[in-house]
């Protein structure tokens, strides 16, 4: 088939301003949510800032495309390209993470564990994984969630001493359990996680090691933070936290596994796959492949790190005493507030936080004892370390004075002031 003919016209002049014209009512949406996040420092740890070439990606003629399969095994014609996009992002996976075996089509986090639960083990089986209110995920066993109706739970926590995770423990307890996978990671574990100590503890007791490693892939694929491989079967992880990739997700593993897992993946829990989301993948990859990158996750932990101190010269308690990571889990139980009114009063002063529970919380998950606060989205626009050691003092002087409007107001205006020298995208999106 002959190369397409070049329009004189480019995409972007045909198609910049049709949202504007075809719906006011969305674009002044996006343009609403633009300025909210240009105006809030943004301190949700699962949340970055993609390039303008991924989001570019996102919106492209791609999203027409039907590929059901795999490159070179479609059910549908017309899908040259694609397979040829498809396979950049593969190669590129492969490459930053050193890993034999990538599946890029998962759509999110959550159907990529269900397709690696599908493709291992067996409804009713044992699944050991990170109980939810010590850092873990849902998908990791949570009683209401898919994992813990569909298999036998066996949760592990952190020590009540450390708040960190303790091998010894763990291994004994999979000892006597006998689980049949072992997952690894976690959405709120301030510390640095030995997955081979993972990976060594399920093949003594027979199980499929899986790390998820969706909070801390960015650290990881740029030498920050240990990697899971080569000693872990079977990796996942979303692509848009410190990856700062679009939102969806990757299966990694060791060959083995890989026809399994494309099975388990399609057409096991997906269809078609979504063929602009794989290309921003492949864009992320590529970034992330970049020396800048390094120097980038280097400063998202050093940020975390001079975030941490703030909080604590103000006052806060940090669970396991700080971070090796991108975020912070505080502990209010010393304040008069505590995480869901937190978050809603660091909301009034342009803060953006999420209201967790703390390991033992003795409180109910929708009104916990803490809050979760991260660097990706504050690294992405520029901050520094000495910048983010104030934002940590700015949110312990709100909760602690959730009363005192002269705190909120002068709180409000160091946010304007640090917002405005610091833009999201500084020239816009077009």
């Known amino acids: 088939m ?46 970055s800032l993609p390039s303008r070439a991924v989001l570019e990606a996102l919106g492209s003629v791609l999203n027409n495309k039907y590929s059901e399969g795999y490159p070179g095994r479609r059910y549908y014609g017309g899908n040259q390209f694609i397979d040829e996009v498809e396979k950049v992002a593969i190669d590129r996976c492969k490459q930053l993470f050193g890993c034999e075996y990538v599946n890029v089509q998962p759509y999110s986090g959550s159907p990529a564990n269900a397709s690696i639960y599908l493709a291992t ?3 009713g089986d044992k699944l050991m994984g990170m109980n939810l209110a010590h850092g873990g995920h849902l998908t990791h066993g949570h009683k209401l969630n898919f994992s813990g109706k569909s298999y036998q739970i066996v949760s592990y926590g952190v020590s009540q001493e450390t708040e960190m995770l303790d091998y010894d423990v763990i291994k004994k307890q999979a000892m006597e359990e006998k689980p049949k996978i072992i997952v690894s990671g976690s959405s709120a574990y301030p510390r640095t996680i030995d997955f081979k100590a993972f990976a060594e503890i399920a093949q003594e007791v027979g199980a499929v090691s899986m790390s998820d490693i969706s909070h801390v892939a960015g650290l990881i694929a740029a030498g920050v933070h240990p990697s899971p491989f080569p000693e872990t079967d079977i990796v996942m992880t979303t692509t848009h936290k410190t990856l700062c990739g679009p939102r969806g997700a990757i299966i990694m593993a060791k060959a083995k596994f890989g026809e399994a897992l494309d099975k388990a993946v399609f057409p096991g829990m997906q269809g078609g796959p979504h063929n602009h989301q794989i290309a921003a993948k492949a864009v992320a990859f590529g970034e992330a492949l970049k020396p800048e990158f390094k120097v980038f996750t280097s400063q998202i932990v050093k940020n975390a790190h001079a975030l941490g101190e703030g909080l604590m010269e103000g006052g806060l308690r940090l669970v396991s005493g700080g971070t090796d990571n991108h975020l912070c889990l505080v502990d209010l139980k010393n304040a008069p507030i505590k995480g869901k009114e937190a978050e809603t009063l660091l909301d009034t ?16 998950p929708l009104d916990p004892s803490g809050i979760r606060v991260g660097t990706p989205t504050l690294t992405g626009r520029g901050f520094t370390e000495s910048e983010c050691r104030e934002i940590g003092q700015m949110i312990a002087k709100v909760v602690f004075n959730p009363q005192d409007q002269s705190v909120m107001n002068r709180v409000r205006e160091q946010v304007k002031t640090m917002t405005q020298a610091h833009p999201i995208y500084p020239t816009g999106l077009n």
């Open 2 to 47: 002959n190369e397409p003919t070049q329009t004189k016209s480019s995409f972007d002049s045909r198609f910049s301003n049709s949202l504007k014209m075809e719906d006011e009512t969305i674009y002044a949406f996006v343009q609403k949510e633009f300025a909210r996040q240009q105006d809030v420092l943004e301190l949700i740890p699962s949340e």
């Open 121 to 123: 083990i067996n409804y």
């Open 349 to 364: 002063v342009n803060i953006t936080v999420n209201k967790n529970m703390i390991p033992y919380d003795p409180r109910k």
